[in-house]
């Protein structure tokens, strides 16, 4: 019996690794960054066929799920948590909006090791202030060099959530 050594390049085998997701921080971390000392009311809901062919016909923002992770903010706004394809991985983050539809601000809670240039504080601040509409993902905030698919990901994930916030809460949920 011959026994052959496979010398596979090293390269190779980065580039068809999975990437791993780390956590950057936790769901409780990151909701007490954003609204601290609030208290938050959960405030899920689905939706419809119309408005989830609506994001991504009209609004040309991609959307992974018609299910939508929200919460009240007892001093105002509204918490969303979603998630966006990143390369290899999937980018979990949070995002605070105001009741008149504009981001206080952004958490990045997971990405994949090596991208998460996106959580730099510099770059999260970008989002604060901008509101829903059409505009466009990879002009509206600064690339992040290597990690320009995260940046217009999450990008295009937070301009969904302004749409959404604005314009499909479910009446049952609305302040």
């Given at each position: 019996m011959?026994?052959?050594?496979?010398?596979?390049?090293?390269?190779a085998v980065a580039i068809s690794a999975p990437a791993v997701g780390m956590q950057l921080q936790s769901l409780?971390?990151?909701?007490?960054?954003?609204?601290?000392?609030?208290?938050?009311?959960?405030?899920?809901f689905?939706?419809?066929?119309?408005?989830?062919?609506?994001?991504?016909?009209?609004?040309?923002?991609?959307?992974m799920r018609p299910a939508v992770k929200a919460w009240r903010v007892s001093t105002?706004?509204?918490?969303?948590?979603?998630?966006v394809y990143g390369l290899n991985?999937?980018?979990?983050?949070?995002?605070?909006?105001?009741?008149?539809?504009?981001?206080?601000?952004?958490?990045?809670?997971?990405?994949?090791?090596?991208?998460?240039?996106?959580?730099?504080?510099e770059w999260r601040a970008e989002f604060v202030g901008k509101t829903p509409g059409n505009w466009n993902p990879p002009e509206a905030v600064t690339n992040v060099s290597g990690a320009s698919l995260y940046t217009v990901n999450v990008t295009?994930?937070?301009?969904?959530l302004l749409i959404i916030q604005a314009r499909f809460l479910p009446p049952s949920i609305r302040p």
């Open positions: 011959h026994a052959r050594l496979l010398l596979v390049p090293a390269t409780e971390a990151a909701q007490l960054r954003l609204c601290p000392g609030a208290t938050l009311t959960p405030a899920d689905r939706l419809t066929d119309d408005q989830y062919e609506q994001l991504k016909g009209e609004f040309h923002v991609p959307v105002g706004g509204w918490l969303f948590l979603d998630q991985d999937v980018i979990t983050y949070l995002v605070a909006i105001s009741d008149d539809s504009k981001v206080r601000g952004i958490e990045i809670l997971v990405c994949s090791e090596g991208f998460c240039g996106i959580a730099a504080p295009e994930g937070v301009k969904k």
